[in-house]
Nanobody, 123 residues
Framework: VQLQASGGGLVQAGGSLRLSCAIS????????MGWFRQAPGKEREFVAG????????GYADSVKGRFTVSKDNAKNTVYLQMNSLKPEDTAVYFC?????????????????WGQGTQVTVSS
């Protein structure tokens, strides 16, 4: 599975961005796609996830109500719509994939990773 994340950038607090993760190399049925982020000096943390088969989603408490994860089956792409962005959302965002239907939050549960895309939120 190859993952290619894009869509990061610089935005003011309160603004929005949409990240994309294009997936290739495998049929995605049976996989969960996750979004993680890593701020300078901090551990990589789970942000959101979606089951490719069922469409079930899960979110970290810090982004619930502001971020939405979705997928486009035809384009083999996962999105992370980020609204009401805060300076503390500043991080490198990564997309990842794991086999299985459970949306897990541990980084080690995900076997496949894309390169990160930088999101910077100014105050």
């Amino acid at each position: 599975v190859q993952l290619q994340a894009s869509g990061g950038g610089l935005v003011q607090a309160g603004g929005s961005l949409r990240l994309s993760c294009a997936i290739s190399g495998r049929t995605l049925s049976g996989y969960v796609m996750g979004w993680f982020r890593q701020a300078p000096g901090k551990e990589r943390e789970f942000v959101a996830g979606i089951s490719w088969s069922s469409g079930t989603t899960g979110y970290a408490d810090s982004v619930k109500g502001r971020f939405t994860v979705s997928k486009d089956n035809a384009k083999n792409t996962v999105y992370l719509q980020m609204n009401s962005l805060k300076p503390e959302d500043t991080a490198v965002y990564f997309c990842a994939a794991k086999w299985g239907t459970s949306i897990l939050t541990l980084r080690s549960s995900y076997a496949y990773w894309g390169q990160g895309t930088q999101v910077t939120v100014s105050s």
